[in-house]
């Protein structure tokens, strides 16, 4: 009478090992592909950390948090610069920014480069933050002995990535260091929330 009972169990085992899906672990890479299709799935983040930003003209650093859910985006500097704190909030083709107690409206790449005098491109910086390529055919890519993307060209910046941090079963990374057009942008990472909460009504 108890063989049935301990068949039943040993199947039960048998198929949570075919369905319970478990995150990678850390000492396992996954190949590139994989890296990809993974890390493409994180639609909803929040990072917190450093931006260190180099011009010919001018220099500094500003606390960064950066909320992404799908195409909107709810991205905060304290200090940047030496001016204070700054809000740019919306999509890329309508956003608002909060700055220097004024508010100003419009595409989001414009406002950032006009208002902050920042000549980074919004529209890939997304990707470049999960450790991704932007959508394009015009890139060439390093990786490292976990599969990650080590350095990164394309759209006439050199993307390196230093080091990355495991989280939840993601490789994501840790430093960024971003060249080009006459900057040298440096991002510091300090947590990740692949949970975060959502977007307040005014970003959408």
């Not at 508010?103 to 950032?112: M, N």
């Not at 002995?145 to 993601?170: C, K, M, V």
Request: proline share 8%; with cysteine; hydrophobic share 40%.
């Amino acid at each position: 009478m108890k063989t049935p009972l301990l068949l039943f169990l040993l199947l039960l085992l048998g198929g949570c090992g075919l369905f319970c899906t478990q995150p990678p672990a850390a000492d396992k890479p996954l190949s590139w592909q994989a890296q990809q299709e993974q890390n493409r799935r994180l639609e909803h983040f929040q990072i917190s950390g450093k931006i260190g930003i180099r011009a010919p003209r001018e220099s500094g650093s500003a606390n960064l948090f950066w909320q992404q859910s799908q195409d909107y985006f709810d991205i905060r500097l304290s200090g940047p610069l030496g001016r204070g704190a700054a809000r740019l909030l919306g999509n890329p083709e309508q956003a608002r920014l909060e700055a220097a107690g004024e508010i100003s409206e419009g595409p989001a790449q414009t406002l950032l480069s006009e208002r902050l005098n920042l000549e980074l491109p919004l529209d890939a910086l997304h990707w470049w933050l999960r450790g991704l390529p932007a959508p394009g055919k015009n890139l060439q890519l390093q990786l490292d002995t976990h599969n990650r993307l080590a350095q990164l060209n394309q759209q006439g910046w050199q993307i390196d990535y230093p080091s990355y941090q495991f989280e939840q079963g993601y490789w994501l990374p840790e430093r960024l260091k971003i060249r080009g057009h006459n900057l040298l942008v440096t991002l510091v990472i300090k947590q990740w929330d692949l949970a975060p909460s959502p977007l307040p009504q005014t970003a959408r």
